[in-house]
């Protein structure tokens, strides 16, 4: 969890080293501790900051298999028992939190389901979860119950069951739509479980269906991103998230080169999956869809939100609840224990399962919104201005020359707009707004 990434000294053309490249938060993990964790029980004992919309994000680590590329906490070997008791004790974390003051008397503004696999749990053990979960924390206020999905896990009375729970988005990991791919990349479904897992989500009617693909997986070819993009089209999914291949440390396929001594991961470099997903967002665009940020297209964007990405990006309190989850309350940082048997013993206890946690600054907490929001590919200066009393313009006005010359950017009416090649590598260009202690090669 602490090897170097490579993102900082490789340029946009490089090859596929191992290493983190994309930006999930600031200031980097690496800079969380253990020595905090202390800061997050007095986040916990303070009153919310008046207007801070609260979230509510639950993991569930368990997968049918586990993929080549994959980086979370997960288990494949857990049996009904072994997840009961897992449940449970989110159960028990959840009514902890739900006691403290910071949360006393709010109700989640969302609600997110991630993993792992999410649709890994039966139908009856999904209910009984949720029907626990909203009389701890009722979410009859959510805007938004997003759901991760893996299609091959999705018989119907699977999607009936998660769509009566309340879920407004189920996400459809699908990744790819050729079997050898994602046999080879040590995916647990196949392309048949796809469409069957699709229509059965379109006739349940959810509010949103998303689908995910990942450009770049081992084996990928040209020809075959171009089918990925004409399946996609085929299907009219509400919105289609594309990330691009990277190959974490402790994934599966770092494991075979750091064996084979191999620099280089055996997939597309960065020049190729950027253009991939160029030529994925040209196309979705071409049938209508909206680029919303560096990752995702919609649809329709008056009507399909990502309501969960938007507050967090904006600075929400968010409750993660499960093992290795990651928690942001009255400005500390958090992360839950990251095995599943030191979580489960801590709840057990009656005690915080935290692993590492970092209390921010406000300086802190204005750069991490403003490079989430400039994941968006836009960034409103007022928008700093109103909440933080601060010119990002001039603030970061070195960074943003630097940026703008070197034709990633403009700056217009106090906007900040990423071009298309901006936004597609947009996690390279974000390190320059970390303050230079942050200025390190450990991100994760
Ligand atoms: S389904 Fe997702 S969480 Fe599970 S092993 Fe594959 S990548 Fe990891």
Redesign the pocket.
Known sequence: MSEATTTETEGPRHKTRAGNYFISNYPPFSFWSDDEANEVLKAYDSAPVPGTKLGLYHHIPF?R???H??Y?R?YTDKNAEDIKEYLDCTLRELEMLARKPLVQGRKPHFVYFG???PSYLSAKQLKELTDRMKAILPWDEAEEVAFEC?PGTLNPGKLSAIKEIGVTRVSL?IENFDDHILEING?AHRSKEVWRAYERARAEEFDQINIDLIAGMLEETEENWQRNIEETLKLEPDSVTIYQMEIPYNTGIYKDMKASGALVAPVADWETKRRWVKEAFAALESAGYTISSGYTAVKNPERTKFIYRDALWSGADLLGVGVASFSHVAGVHYQNMTEIDDYTKAIEAGEMPIKRALRTTEEERMIREFILQMKLGRAEAGYFQEKFGVNVLEKFAEPLKHLHDEGWLEVKDGVICLNRDGLLCVDNLLHDFFLPQHHTDKIV
Do not use: D, L, N, Q
Request: a positive charge; one cysteine or more.
């Open positions: 997968c298999k586990r993929c590329f994959c979370f997960v993993g792992g696999t893996e990991g995916r």
